[in-house]
């Protein structure tokens, strides 16, 4: 089984808040699956889920073997090259420890639809999408997606709804501080995604 497959958001605590937190955009008629589990192994305990918006939500209890396939080009259609140094900028990825270096990248989408994005490196990559924009300052801020490792690989992948007319900045970075080293992300879906460097807040190594 591969539980990162079709996942679009994920949450531990919110900056030390002990609780998961999304600000994310839904739309009609697509069937989400919200997945509830605990940081470490073996907890039990009551939940409470909260949800708020323009409309209600309606939340249901399932329970299948299923697996929802979402369909998307095997062939590799973009190819984008770089490193993390010691000249890379820095920030605190999980608010917890700093001196993370990362890369913003900016991705041009051209055609609505399921893409693939996976990273290729010697170091263990770390990888979100944000939309609109990415603060430094607050990482969970416009946060649609994160991975890390895709189960088994050091190297993290996404499949991701992906719509055009919509800025979306992908953020690499690695697992632990203070790692550096040389990365490529490879994309596949219905069409090309274009890669390009991208800066946007005055940032300074935190």
């Known amino acids: 089984s591969s539980p990162n497959e079709n996942r679009l958001a994920?949450?531990?605590?919110?900056?030390?808040?002990?609780?998961?937190s999304f600000a994310i955009a839904l739309e009609t008629s697509v069937t989400y699956i919200l997945i509830v589990t605990t940081f470490s192994p073996n907890l039990t305990g009551a939940f409470w889920i909260y949800v708020s918006g323009p409309d209600n939500i309606d939340l249901k209890n399932i329970s299948s073997s299923s697996v929802i396939q979402m369909p998307y080009s095997s062939a590799v259609l973009s190819n984008y090259s770089s490193e993390l140094n010691t000249s890379s900028?820095?920030?605190?990825?999980?608010?917890?420890?700093?001196?993370?270096?990362?890369?913003?990248?900016?991705?041009?989408?051209?055609?609505?639809?399921?893409?693939?994005?996976?990273?290729?490196?010697?170091?263990?990559?770390?990888?979100?999408?944000?939309?609109?924009?990415?603060?430094?300052?607050?990482?969970?801020?416009?946060?649609?997606?994160?991975?890390?490792?895709?189960?088994?690989?050091?190297?993290?992948?996404?499949?991701?709804?992906?719509?055009?007319?919509?800025?979306?900045?992908?953020?690499?970075?690695?697992?632990?501080?203070?790692?550096?080293?040389?990365?490529?992300?490879?994309?596949?879906g219905p069409d090309n995604i274009t890669l390009n460097p991208y800066s946007s807040y005055a940032q300074t190594s935190l």
Request: contains cysteine; hydrophobic residues 25%; negative net charge.
């Open 10 to 20: 994920y949450d531990d605590d919110s900056c030390n808040q002990k609780q998961f």
């Open 89 to 188: 900028q820095t920030y605190s990825r999980d608010c917890r420890k700093s001196n993370y270096y990362y890369e913003t990248i900016r991705m041009n989408v051209v055609e609505t639809g399921y893409y693939a994005l996976i990273s290729s490196s010697n170091m263990n990559t770390f990888g979100d999408i944000y939309k609109d924009d990415f603060n430094p300052m607050n990482p969970f801020e416009n946060l649609l997606s994160q991975d890390y490792r895709s189960c088994s690989y050091q190297d993290f992948k996404f499949i991701a709804y992906l719509h055009t007319g919509t800025t979306y900045i992908l953020v690499v970075t690695t697992w632990s501080p203070n790692m550096t080293g040389d990365f490529s992300i490879l994309t596949s």
